[in-house]
């Protein structure tokens, strides 16, 4: 019994050492040596500050931005990477019909005539999608054409600049990143006024 419980005690040692100090140390090692972009969060660096990650939304409402997917991640306006996750609100739910039926109206008043994207008027299963789909940043090139004085062509030719295709040819969709063609419309906007 005396010698079980001494060879139970070193494996307990010997594994916590080797699994819970030496492996995490190994992995964050190499994560840092050959993903050092990618470990740290692909954080956006403008200026010397931090101003958001390509990998985690957040929300942007003024008018002459690309808005992002709406989120229930968290209270308020959502966004809340401590809180990620949807909103559990099935197809029959009154007040996911409502909210969604208020949406599609808001944004046939901004873009009348055309069809609303689905992704502009529903949140992701993370609730925080860096991403819209590029029907969803289509729709919204006549705004922010407007409200940056820019033509639509140019809007749309920055757009392009970020289109994210299927990865690896075959998985998930296209998709455009908002706070990348947000910073860039932002330097349009600065280019022009020079």
């Given at each position: ?15 916590t ?5 030496i ?30 990650s390509?990998i985690?939304?957040?929300a ?10 709406l ?52 949140t ?71």
């Amino acid at each position: 019994m005396k010698q079980n419980l001494k060879i139970a005690i070193l494996m307990t040692v010997v594994t916590t050492v080797l699994l819970g100090i030496i492996y995490p140390l190994v992995v964050t090692g190499l994560a840092q040596a050959l993903f050092r972009d990618k470990a740290n969060g692909q954080l956006i660096v403008r200026n010397g500050e931090v101003v958001g990650s390509r990998i985690i939304g957040q929300a942007f409402t003024g008018p002459g931005y690309l808005h992002s997917r709406l989120s229930a991640a968290g209270a308020g306006n959502g966004y809340d990477a401590a809180n990620s996750g949807g909103s559990n609100l099935g197809p029959t739910n009154q007040h996911l019909i409502d909210r969604v039926k208020t949406d599609v109206a808001r944004l046939q008043a901004e873009n009348p005539g055309q069809p609303v994207p689905v992704d502009l008027v529903t949140t992701s299963a993370s609730g925080l999608d860096p991403d819209v789909s590029p029907a969803g940043a289509e729709f919204q090139v006549p705004r922010i054409a407007r409200e940056r004085g820019l033509s639509e062509d140019q809007v749309r030719q920055i757009i392009q600049q970020h289109l994210q295709p299927r990865t690896w040819g075959l998985l998930g969709e296209p998709r455009v990143n908002v706070l990348e063609v947000n910073l860039a419309l932002d330097q349009a906007k600065a280019m022009a006024m020079k």
